[in-house]
């Protein structure tokens, strides 16, 4: 069991069908303790007794903790409770989608908030326990619309592309205390929330990709994990495509 005696904090995991879902479930599968988080406890307690359900003798502990990665407070708090941490996904997330034209200021600081200020909060609060505890594992899920222009996803492109630049520089700076960072940038993904929005097909999208489909989370999900686990020893600072082929053609 490769994650067996691990600790796994997934942010943004407290849809059912999201990625975060999917993510906790392949590291429970492989054996990890997980501490989910996302603002609301009834959805979250949907997805414990998921993970529960599907694991078996094997399978660690499994906890929800109702937590806004936005607010700097409730990071804080999230940290002191977690205990120690080996694995953190960053995968919280807020999606804007508009013209940089009629982009509302709201909108574009609770994008920054979620998906930049909150992760940088808990990788930082969490990194020197990490090291304390010889060393672990930071994953975060950026897009293709951080390398890729996007007309209306202006702002959502910048907080990934600044996800990234954080990934390479935490990279550089955590190596010497065994903490490796690095990065999944998802293409077109059916996860319950888009295609809840957009429909089966999601309006096409898989169609500008090399395997001309989108994705099934679990397909990110394991290039998540793999980056997560001892497999990936050797792997820092890299920004690794789980998009069909998107950004190669």
């Known amino acids: 069991m490769e994650f067996a005696g691990k600790t796994a904090l997934v942010t943004g995991s407290g849809r059912f069908g999201g990625l975060g879902h999917t993510t906790a479930k392949v590291l429970a599968a492989g054996g990890a303790d997980l501490i989910l988080t996302g603002t609301d406890p009834q959805r979250g307690a949907q997805v ?19 937590a806004d990665v936005s607010d700097p407070g409730g990071v804080r708090e999230l940290v002191e409770g977690a205990g120690a941490v080996d694995i953190l996904i960053n995968n919280a997330s807020v999606m804007t989608f508009s013209p940089t034209t009629a982009q509302d200021l709201a909108s574009y600081d609770a994008a920054f908030a979620v ?5 940088f909060l808990l990788t930082a609060l969490l990194a020197e326990k990490m090291a304390a505890n010889g060393g672990g594992s930071v994953v975060n899920v950026s ?5 890729l222009g996007m007309p209306g996803m202006a702002v959502y492109g910048a907080t990934k592309a600044a996800l990234e630049s954080l990934t390479r520089t935490w990279a550089a700076e955590f190596a010497e205390w065994n903490i490796r960072v690095n990065a999944v940038a998802p293409g077109p993904m059916r996860t319950s929330k888009v295609v809840a929005a957009m429909g089966p097909d999601m309006g096409g999208m898989g169609l500008d990709t090399a395997l001309k489909r989108t994705s099934d989370p679990v397909e990110v999900a394991h290039v998540i994990a793999f980056l997560a686990g001892d497999r990936a020893s050797y792997m820092t600072g890299a920004i690794v495509a789980a998009d069909g082929g998107r950004t190669a053609i």
């Not at 897009?143 to 390398?147: D, E, K, L, V």
């Open 48 to 66: 414990v007794e998921d993970l529960r359900a599907a694991g078996g003798e094997s399978a660690g502990t499994v906890r929800f903790v109702a």
């Open 115 to 119: 998906n930049v200020r909150g992760p």
């Open 143 to 147: 897009s293709t619309a951080a390398g």
